[in-house]
């Protein structure tokens, strides 16, 4: 049998709080059977939704903790005040080797901030990056940064490629995988300055697979790369757009069969595709930002999804345990910039 493997969660982060957090461990629980829980937040709050889970209750340990994060808490302040709070708490405990991994669906630039500077940085790694899966037409592509990095330099962005490139090899399996900037344009010329002073880093990087160069955003649905390199401000805008779009044809095709009666009848015909295709577009499925680029596994949930959705994110921390994200990151890092001086000489 597998080791037991302890996830550290902020039971207090999120929309729906506690009671959303329980449940989506709950539901964890049955899917990964070799994993204890680690649960941060106040006993009065946690406690009550925990005795009417026995099971989850007996996989778990619930540490009391008064302090929360806000969701509108700036991070420099949740950083200075929050050192007692259950994101900080659950964080702590990745740091001190009772728990692999950590989730939560709180404040995310206090999770970054606060995951920051208790784990620490991987060598070579400036700035850590959000990252996320995109359903496309060929599977699903990973993209970063979604949001911990607004304004972004040429090394940001070189070492998100990186990153990316090395969680494709190890986590998704692509062991030659396509990879391209973000830009207004597919042409040489398009783009900023540290657009362009990245690619040029790239094309020179000899990374493993593929550098396509500057891609578009339809190219992200296409499937057009494995992974999409951006900076947080475009990322998490694609996001946001994604979600929205998903919604929205969520809601039309709703409207759409109501409207008649004969409607009505060609969604019984189709129902079963149509929910091929609900589940296909869900954004739960792919709930659950991987923070690379740490010395510890990090997961940032959605903070308005439901139990699913967290247990989708509880089951990312879990996919990133079992495939050793950390150690394979610090060693490509290691080995690819020894081998291409240039993606710190140049971007430096």
Partial sequence: MSDRLTIALDAMGGDAGPRMV?????????????????????????????????????VSTLVHTD??????????????????????????AVR????????????TGALMAMAKFALKTLPGVDRPAMAGFFPTLHGESLMLDLGANVVCGARNLVDFAVMGNAFARCVLGVMQPTYGLLNVGSEELKGHEALQ????ILREANLPGQFVGFIEGDDIAQGTVDVVVTDGFTGNIALKSAEGTAKLVGEYLRVTFKSSLLAGLGYLLARSS?????????????????????????????????????????????????????????????????RTPQLRAAAG
């Fill in 22 to 58: 329980i449940s989506g461990a709950n539901i964890a629980r049955r899917r990964y059977p070799q994993v204890d829980f680690l649960i941060f937040g106040r006993e009065a709050e946690v406690g009550p939704l925990l005795d009417r889970k026995k099971r989850l209750q007996a």
């Fill in 67 to 92: 302090d929360v994060v806000g969701a509108e808490d700036k991070p420099s302040i949740a950083l200075r005040s929050g050192r007692n709070s259950s994101m900080r708490l659950a964080i702590n």
């Fill in 96 to 107: 001190d080797g009772r728990a692999a991994g950590v989730v939560s669906a709180g404040n």
């Fill in 197 to 200: 002073e990245a690619s040029a």
């Fill in 274 to 338: 149509l929910n091929k295709l609900r589940k296909r577009l869900d954004p739960r499925r792919y709930n659950g930002a991987i923070f690379l680029g740490l010395n510890g596994v990090t997961v940032k949930s959605h903070g308005g999804t439901d139990a699913f959705g967290f247990a989708n994110a509880i089951g990312v921390a879990v996919d990133m345990n079992e495939h050793d994200i950390i150690e394979k990151t610090t060693a490509d890092f290691a080995a690819l910039t020894a």
